[in-house]
Nanobody, 115 residues
């Protein structure tokens, strides 16, 4: 049974940084593109960043230049380094494969950017 557990969220001031982690089990981690998503109230989950199985990275325009996605295939762990955080980044972040599988959604980790 697949399980994706996100962690690392919290409260940070505008301009600050955080690193999110996603520990995967029951997923063929190294064979899949892994991604971070976020969901604003009233909207569907949106792709934030994706890391291909060979290391390629892609980003939503809104986070390009501020966020860095990385992965450790040996540890089945996905990361998202977020810098220059803005209040608009306040939301719950989730990891999943790309394209996502509905059954893989975890609880997410909440990021709050506030002074």
């Amino acid at each position: 049974q697949a399980e994706l557990v996100e962690s690392g969220g919290g409260l940070v001031q505008p301009g600050g940084s955080l690193t999110l982690s996603c520990a995967a089990s029951g997923v063929d981690f190294s064979a899949n593109t892994m991604a971070w998503y976020r969901q604003f109230p009233g909207s569907q989950r949106a792709l934030v960043a994706a890391a291909g199985k060979y290391g390629s990275a892609s980003y939503a325009d809104s986070v390009k230049g501020r966020f860095i996605i990385s992965r450790d295939n040996a540890k089945n762990t996905l990361f998202l380094y977020m810098s220059d955080l803005q209040t608009a980044d306040t939301v719950v972040y989730y990891c999943n494969i790309k394209p996502f599988t509905e059954a893989f959604w975890g609880q997410g980790t909440r990021v709050t950017v506030s002074s």
